[in-house]
């Protein structure tokens, strides 16, 4: 099953704008694209704006199979609401979405170390899964050593690394930092640069311009490598 899990060096990295934009070009290039956001915790949006860029009839609970309110990791959220996650329920879900599909893209929450359970973490998930990573950065100052280690986490784990993206979630002032963070990542870890997204202003997640989103990621992003 080809596919990608789209993991982050933080939360609040552009991981669901980019992984709508994604769905949406390959929905648009004639390829059966499935999504899956396994837990989502917070705001609630992510999915919704999965399922609509998509444009799958697959349902909400089926692209999501946790949701909570709280905007905590995963696992203290399904504690404070007393309850836990199921992690072979988590594979099963995803199975049986990309039995209908030709192509995954799956979102994680947060990053790629964040807890699901008090014992399992979310690279363990992806492993289960049997996906190879795409890693969304930021663009400033610290990102290099944020996105040296969420690569090395997920090479320690035996993950493929497809590449990662530097994503401009906020407007900020280019700096030196800004322009030479890409190539240094690329030098050092041996891993692609598969673009660079400027800042796009608000993305709404319930009303998104999807023909905007498409075509500034498709322009900046290498979609056929990461295919």
């Known amino acids: ?40 915790t917070g705001g609630g949006s992510d999915a919704l704006f999965l399922q609509k860029a998509s444009g799958v009839t697959d349902s909400i609970e089926e692209i999501r199979r946790y949701y909570f309110s ?16 199921d992690i072979p329920l988590l594979v099963s879900g995803y199975n049986n979405l990309a039995g209908r599909h030709q192509f995954m893209i799956v979102e ?13 973490l979310t690279v363990e998930l992806i492993t289960q899964l049997k996906l190879p990573v795409l890693v969304v950065t930021r663009p400033h100052l610290g990102t290099i050593n944020h996105t040296l280690l969420t690569v090395r986490c997920a090479q320690a784990y035996g993950l493929t690394v497809k590449g990662f993206i530097v994503n401009y979630a906020t407007q900020i002032e280019v700096g030196l930092a800004e ?26 997640p319930r009303i998104p ?19």
């Open 1 to 40: 099953m080809a596919g990608i899990f789209v993991t982050g060096t933080d939360t609040g990295v552009g991981k669901t704008v980019l992984s709508a934009a994604l769905a949406a070009i390959l929905q648009s290039r004639g390829v059966n694209v499935g999504v899956y956001k396994p837990v989502e």
């Open 70 to 85: 709280l905007p905590v990791s995963p696992h203290l959220a399904a504690k404070m609401n007393n309850t836990s996650i």
């Open 108 to 120: 994680g929450a947060g990053g790629i170390m964040t807890p699901l359970t008090e014992k399992f």
């Open 179 to 204: 322009r030479t963070n890409p190539q240094e990542i690329e030098r050092v870890s041996g891993v692609r640069c598969l673009g660079v997204v400027p800042y796009l202003g608000y993305i709404s």
């Open 209 to 227: 311009d999807m023909e905007s989103l498409k075509k500034n990621v498709s322009s900046a992003v290498d979609v056929d490598g990461i295919m």
